[in-house]
């Protein structure tokens, strides 16, 4: 069933449909499915209702060998990075097609596995997965290198070439787009990839690497091997074939992966961490209804586990109170927990046990620091077999309390009122991330005074989390060193070659 049709599915006919789903549980190496090694596996849990989903073969170092082995000996053989630009770029347009053509059974994956809403799934995932395929196929044959202005004996060309192997670990949030993220410029600059997805939502990108191979893609170019992070990840990052590793996640284990490279063969880093992004809110916004719809969105969309998530809403004084009664009113009707297989839900539940209670201590911590818990911050009456936390938004808290601070992950909002545009720009500077933020003005000179000063990768005006595959996405400080999405992503899994030539006698 393709993506549109998907959309008009029923709450009962996602449920037959998921009970009849196959799914695929091994490790994909050399375009085959196959068990891990040492035939371990790991339980994904569906986080909705806590019961088993499937039994995942858990690869360790050994299957890393084994998927380097086969990624190395298809980057010798050359069939993918010599392989004419546009007959690439045919593979991962094809392979766009199937992604849609396949919509139901990868937003099914997706919802059973990490709880996201099904409706999200289809909406705004998969088409974004789409998207990034198809952008990052049409720059294919857009790379090019440049010849210099030499003497007239010489001839110099500064090429650019594909990196070899790239080793690549997502994270849970959106499994297959923080993935596609990845693999998508990597294989179109003609890398071979060996991807580790997170543990807590790995199906989803192994059904996504066969599809790569029924779109024409050749073995072992694309290979995915499950396991844990600290076991499976840590082979990657520290594996000597492997030229680049680009990874998505916390920023503790960022810091890790650096320190492999470094122990390893000095491969390249592309880290993309932790956000504390704050939405600053000028008494002088045009309209007031717009700026609150973004600000819940930008905190509550996918239960706030979004790693640019808004979770720091500065508020000016003058419209605070207008603010928060606005806030509390829309983010009630806008969301409610429910069922992730129900068309109608808009808030799904937290990843695991473990993370809705890390969630929990934080809105603890928060209230116990002095912050002034508005709404929200508990499990839902009804709903204590899955992960579920209530929206919560806390108020009058400054930039000293942990909740203002600490990357929470979850659907947690806190209000740090200010009086003046320095003070506002002050608070968002004072965090140790840098990825996103927003500023709301009607005044021109005030926004671009205030994009100049705030510390973040990607700023919004009047806005917040819009853009495209153009917009480079990726952060300061330590929210990484890196940039997702757009030509400077494929170009960063290229590297350049001076080639002079002699052509004198």
Same mark, same amino acid.
């Given at each position: 069933?393709?993506?549109?049709?998907?959309?008009?599915?029923?709450?009962?006919?996602?449920?037959?449909?998921?009970?009849?789903?196959?799914?695929?549980?091994?490790?994909?190496?050399?375009?085959?499915?196959?068990?891990?090694?040492?035939?371990?596996?790991?339980?994904?849990?569906?986080?909705?209702?806590?019961?088993?989903?499937?039994?995942?073969?858990?690869?360790?170092?050994?299957?890393?060998?084994? +998927? *380097?082995?086969?990624?190395?000996? !298809?980057?010798?053989? #050359?069939?993918?990075?010599?392989?004419? =630009?546009?007959? /690439?770029?045919?593979?991962?347009?094809?392979?766009?097609?199937?992604?849609?053509?396949?919509?139901?059974?990868?937003?099914?994956?997706?919802?059973?596995?990490?709880?996201?809403?099904?409706?999200?799934?289809?909406?705004?995932?998969?088409?974004?997965?789409?998207?990034?395929?198809?952008?990052?196929?049409?720059?294919?044959?857009?790379?090019?290198?440049?010849?210099?202005?030499?003497?007239?004996?010489?001839?110099?060309?500064?090429?650019?070439?594909?990196?070899?192997?790239?080793?690549?670990?997502?994270?849970?949030?959106?499994?297959?787009?923080? +993935? *596609?993220?990845?693999?998508?410029? !990597?294989?179109?600059? #003609?890398?071979?990839?060996?991807?580790? =997805?997170?543990? /807590?939502?790995?199906?989803?990108?192994?059904?996504?690497?066969?599809?790569?191979?029924?779109?024409?893609?050749?073995?072992?170019?694309?290979?995915?091997?499950?396991?844990?992070?600290?076991?499976?990840?840590?082979?990657?990052?520290?594996?000597?074939?492997?030229?680049?590793?680009?990874?998505?996640?916390?920023?503790?284990?960022?810091?890790?992966?650096?320190?492999?490279?470094?122990?390893?063969?000095?491969?390249?880093?592309?880290?993309?961490?932790?956000?504390?992004?704050?939405?600053?809110?000028?008494?002088?916004?045009?309209?007031?209804?717009? +700026? *609150?719809?973004?600000?819940?969105?930008?905190?509550?969309?996918?239960?706030?586990?979004?790693?640019?998530?808004?979770? /720091?809403?500065?508020?000016?004084?003058?419209?605070?109170?207008?603010?928060?009664?606005?806030?509390?009113?829309?983010?009630?009707?806008?969301?409610?927990?429910?069922?992730?297989?129900?068309?109608?839900?808009?808030?799904?539940?937290?990843?695991?046990?473990?993370?809705?209670?890390?969630?929990?201590?934080?809105?603890?911590?928060?209230?116990?620091?002095?912050?002034?818990?508005?709404?929200?911050?508990?499990?839902?009456?009804?709903?204590?077999?899955?992960?579920?936390?209530?929206?919560?938004?806390?108020?009058?808290?400054?930039?000293?309390?942990?909740?203002?601070?600490?990357?929470?992950?979850?659907?947690?909002?806190?209000?740090?009122?200010?009086?003046?545009?320095?003070?506002?720009?002050?608070?968002?500077?004072?965090?140790?991330?840098?990825?996103?933020?927003?500023?709301?003005?009607?005044?021109?000179?005030?926004?671009?005074?205030?994009?100049?000063?705030?510390?973040?990768?990607?700023?919004?005006?009047?806005?917040?989390?819009?853009?495209?595959?153009?917009?480079?996405?990726?952060?300061?400080?330590?929210?990484?060193?890196?940039?997702?999405?757009?030509?400077?992503?494929?170009?960063?899994?290229?590297?350049?070659?001076?080639?002079?030539?002699?052509?004198?006698?």
């Amino acid at each position: 069933m393709g993506l549109e049709n998907s959309k008009t599915l029923t709450l009962a006919e996602w449920k037959s449909r998921a009970a009849e789903l196959k799914i695929e549980t091994g490790l994909f190496i050399n375009g085959t499915y196959t068990d891990a090694k040492s035939g371990a596996r790991f339980d994904s849990i569906n986080p909705a209702t806590g019961k088993i989903v499937a039994s995942v073969s858990c690869g360790d170092e050994d299957d890393i060998d084994r +998927a *380097v082995a086969s990624a190395k000996s !298809a980057w010798k053989e #050359g069939s993918w990075r010599f392989m004419d =630009p546009r007959d /690439r770029m045919a593979v991962l347009i094809q392979l766009a097609e199937l992604i849609g053509e396949n919509s139901e059974e990868l937003a099914l994956l997706e919802c059973l596995d990490m709880g996201k809403p099904i409706t999200d799934v289809l909406t705004i995932d998969l088409p974004e997965v789409i998207v990034s395929f198809r952008y990052f196929a049409e720059c294919i044959d857009k790379i090019s290198g440049s010849v210099t202005n030499t003497a007239a004996d010489a001839l110099h060309m500064i090429l650019k070439e594909p990196l070899g192997i790239v080793g690549a670990i997502s994270a849970w949030n959106y499994p297959m787009l923080m +993935a *596609v993220w990845k693999v998508a410029p !990597a294989l179109a600059a #003609g890398n071979c990839v060996v991807l580790k =997805p997170s543990e /807590r939502a790995p199906l989803s990108c192994l059904k996504l690497a066969e599809l790569f191979i029924s779109a024409g893609g050749p073995p072992g170019v694309f290979n995915v091997v499950n396991g844990m992070g600290h076991v499976a990840g840590k082979a990657l990052a520290l594996h000597p074939d492997v030229a680049k590793i680009s990874f998505t996640g916390s920023t503790a284990t960022g810091k890790l992966i650096m320190t492999y490279a470094g122990q390893s063969n000095l491969k390249r880093v592309a880290l993309e961490t932790g956000g504390k992004s704050p939405q600053i809110f000028m008494s002088d916004l045009e309209d007031l209804d717009k +700026a *609150v719809d973004y600000a819940i969105g930008g905190i509550f969309d996918n239960a706030g586990q979004v790693c640019n998530a808004g979770s /720091r809403l500065l508020v000016h004084r003058d419209i605070q109170d207008a603010f928060i009664r606005k806030f509390i009113e829309k983010s009630k009707r806008a969301y409610q927990p429910g069922d992730p297989l129900n068309p109608q839900t808009t808030l799904g539940p937290l990843v695991t046990k473990a993370h809705q209670q890390d969630v929990l201590d934080k809105i603890a911590r928060g209230v116990a620091e002095g912050a002034e818990l508005l709404i929200g911050g508990h499990i839902p009456e009804g709903m204590e077999q899955g992960t579920y936390v209530q929206p919560a938004l806390f108020n009058n808290a400054d930039n000293r309390m942990s909740i203002s601070r600490e990357e929470v992950f979850g659907p947690v909002a806190t209000i740090i009122p200010f009086q003046s545009e320095e003070e506002a720009i002050a608070i968002a500077n004072d965090s140790d991330f840098g990825l996103a933020a927003s500023v709301w003005t009607r005044d021109l000179n005030r926004a671009h005074r205030m994009v100049k000063a705030v510390e973040a990768g990607v700023l919004w005006v009047n806005c917040f989390g819009d853009g495209d595959m153009t917009q480079p996405f990726g952060g300061y400080k330590q929210s990484g060193n890196t940039r997702d999405k757009s030509i400077e992503c494929l170009l960063g899994y290229t590297q350049s070659k001076s080639a002079w030539i002699n052509l004198g006698s």
